[in-house]
């Protein structure tokens, strides 16, 4: 299931600016210049990117691509498919699971089920799973992180273009009559800066880590999910282990598309 209240949510910030903008009988025209944007937006990027190597900006897109039309890992469909799992080993041994792996999506989900086959201790699995574990949420803190540089830049180079803007009116005393104007135009790209942080930057973050997190659970439930199965576990009883990481409200609810 995709979500896009992200975007959704951040272009309704950035619409109540504008009606604000209106609503005290300015034109949101003004807001829309060059000079600040380009400082703001550039400089907010190259200042958040400068601390990475080269390759790691072709990952950037795709971490991009998950914070605004993210898949949301369902917690309750991933304790179906290992109470489904957990019955089939039941039924016909673990080894039956060798087949069903081709038809896990889930490249940890799948790696920890071969492990099981494989025969591998319960140790072993919870030591290479665990490893597999930190090093996702190791690349995902890294992933938000860059966007919490850029939420932590952007306001310091609107003041940059603030200040800039006015050693430009103070150059320019000779003409009163552009000051007003003048100092108006400077304090924009404050307000670039500070409205890029609150309404994209941190949004985004937020929402990387909160997809983190959300990840981390999924995963960790299916870890408790294997070791039921290792030893023989019912799907009754698997499902008794995972649910314990859901919500009360969210307990022995079926999940619509759930494995059979």
Not at 14 to 19: K, P, S
Not at 75 to 103: H, R
Request: aromatic share 4%.
């Amino acid at each position: 299931m995709r979500d896009t209240w992200t975007p959704l949510a951040m272009a309704a910030g950035i619409v109540c600016v504008l009606i604000a903008t209106i609503l005290d009988r300015t034109s949101p025209a003004v807001l829309i210049k060059p000079a600040p944007l380009i400082l703001v937006f550039g400089g907010t990027f190259f200042a958040g990117t400068a601390g990475l190597f080269r390759r790691d900006l072709h990952g950037l897109g795709a971490i991009l691509r998950r914070a605004l039309t993210s898949r949301v890992d369902d917690l309750e469909i991933a304790v179906e498919q290992m109470a489904f799992l957990a019955a089939t080993a039941k039924q016909n041994g673990i080894m039956a699971l060798d087949q069903a792996t081709a038809t896990i999506a889930d490249p940890f989900l799948r790696r920890g089920v071969e492990l099981a086959v494989d025969g591998v201790s319960s140790e072993e699995l919870v030591a290479v799973l665990e490893d597999d574990l930190e090093s996702t949420a190791a690349r995902h803190r890294a992933g938000a992180k860059v966007f919490a540089d850029m939420g932590g830049y952007a306001p310091t180079l609107g003041i940059i273009g603030t200040v800039m803007g006015l050693v430009h009116v103070l150059g320019n005393l000779a003409a009163p009559g552009s000051l007003g104007p003048a100092i108006g135009s400077a304090f924009t790209a404050t307000l670039w800066g500070v409205l890029s942080a609150n309404l994209i930057w941190i949004p985004l973050v937020n929402k990387l880590r909160r997809l983190s997190d959300l990840e981390i659970v999924v995963k960790r439930m299916e870890i408790e999910g294997l070791l039921a199965i290792q030893v023989g576990a019912s799907s009754r009883m698997v499902r008794r282990r995972m649910e314990s990481f859901l919500a009360p409200a969210l307990r022995n609810e079926p999940a619509s598309g759930a494995a059979a």
